[in-house]
């Protein structure tokens, strides 16, 4: 079965650590999207890419770093310098941009203690 | 710059009431429009999606959203509330961002309660 998926489901990180969030999808989509989820807020965008090797900063970008170095997968990483990083972290893909649906991971729920 | 705006963070109705999911977008050029759902601890789900080929779209679970230009809404509704219908819900807009960039940008979401 084609999909999206997240891992670890929850993660558990010290303050001042880095951690990274794995993505993978076997759809062949072209873009990949991560997203931070707090209550009330919706979904922001962290980063998102379009292509292999490219991507491009979303709306809250700083403290976080990420890579395309295949199609497949999108790893997301929370640095030490992102201030507030305990949240709920969702993962999306897009076949063919604008007018095509997007597919969600399951999602990470990382604490930093 | 595009932007949704979901009217009403938390919005509660009786079991067979009707749903109405308010929301409304801004933007430059048309929009595509997407109403997803979400369970607790859970990724989102789409309802349905609108990209011009019909204002009016019917989705998945009884659910549908017209589309008025007019009004830059897109609201969501079903005629009659099941409790399984109590979920997270969020309207989501795509557009060009320059080049081959689209960006998926998402309202703050509406958390629906059906009371038995």
């Known amino acids: 079965d084609g999909g999206i998926t997240q891992s670890p489901k929850y993660l558990f990180r010290k303050e001042g650590q880095n951690v990274t969030l794995s993505c993978e999808q076997n759809?062949?989509?072209?873009?990949m999207y991560w997203y931070r989820q707090d209550p009330g807020q919706g979904l922001r965008l962290i980063y998102y890419s379009q292509i292999v090797n490219d991507f491009q900063k979303g709306d809250i970008a700083e403290g976080y770093s990420v890579s395309r170095e295949k199609k497949e997968s999108f790893p997301l990483t929370v640095t030490s310098a992102q201030k507030n990083p305990t949240a709920f972290y969702l993962c999306?893909?897009?076949?063919?941009?604008?007018?095509?649906?997007?597919?969600f991971g399951q999602g990470t729920r990382l604490t930093v203690v | 710059a595009q932007s949704v705006t979901q009217l009403g963070s938390h919005v509660s109705v009786s079991e067979g009431a009707l749903v109405l999911l308010r929301c409304n977008y801004s933007s430059s050029v048309p929009p595509y429009l997407f109403w997803y759902v979400q369970y607790p601890n859970q990724g989102l789900q789409l309802l349905l999606k609108y990209t011009s080929a019909a204002t009016l779209v019917k989705g998945i679970n009884g659910f549908e959203a017209e589309f008025k230009k007019s009004e830059t809404s897109f609201h969501l509704t079903k005629p009659s509330a099941h409790m399984s219908d109590a979920a997270e819900y969020f309207c989501a807009v795509t557009q060009n961002s320059g080049g081959s960039n689209y960006k998926l940008t998402f309202g703050k979401g509406t958390l629906l309660t059906v009371n038995p």
């Open positions: 759809l062949n989509h072209d873009a």
């Open positions: 999306a893909s897009i076949g063919k941009v604008s007018n095509t649906e997007a597919f």
